[in-house]
């Protein structure tokens, strides 16, 4: 790979969530392109496929990707083209210049079974579109044979776009009562931390061999884990909020969802930590970061 001063990142999403920490935190680790949906459209793929030969970068990373998980069901293949088929453009055109991938899977590639923390090679079994939509994307950029990192990341929020962080806030100032689910389990992970490791990740890398030394699936998740039931608690218990609403926890089955959602999310990060020397806070630390920031 060409080094830091001359090297081209191509980053995708940049108004999302990750997207939007991303800018900042590559920021020094090369020239940044950054693209929003105005000049890159997932469901495009020739689109896709035009500016990153415009670009040509030495790095994608890519955090752009259709993620409204209920609506999925009835957008099939809009789901698929975007999280499943525009992740392989990049891979072939990855592979084409001899870049490299950086992408962001999700916990939804499991079923949710596993009595305890899913590694990555444990077996996937998504239970809807959404998360069948993302493990297509991973397959794909792994049989490109391209260089890669796949960040399988969980319950992302942030201070912007649409997550629970936000919801719960919003629903908190306008009802007296909030009912949560309890018995779903997993790593709510701010979009910040995602960022800074990533960068923290690429600024590790020595050449192409490293590249492909490191290349595989990864979890990227913050430390600990709860429901979001008590994710929700935590949030009121921490935020500088007048209104605070009780919340009541409730089992999955009490608030159907078109999309299933698996009831144990928790990855382990150990790979990430033994093989780039990183990891994440513990979710409640993270979450008062956020906060106060």
Known sequence: MSGVAERTILLTGVNGQVGFELA???QGLGRVVAVDRSRFDLDDLDQVRSVVREVKPALIVNPAAYTAVDKAESEVDAAMRANGEAPGVFAEEAKRLGAVLVHYSTDYVFDGTKDGAYVEDDAVNPQN???KSKLAGEQAIVTSGCDHLIFRTSWVYGTRGKNFLLTMLRLGAEREELSVVADQ???PTWAVTIAALTANVVAQAENQD?????SGVYHLTAGGSTSWHGFAQAIFDM???EKRPVVKPIPASAYPTPAARPLNSRMSAAKLRETFG???PHWRDALLLCLVR
């Open 24 to 26: 900042r935190s590559l």
């Open 129 to 131: 579109v959404y998360g």
């Open 185 to 187: 389990i997993g790593a």
């Open 210 to 214: 490293w590249w492909a030394q490191k």
């Open 239 to 241: 935020s500088q909020t």
């Open 278 to 280: 990183v990891a994440a």
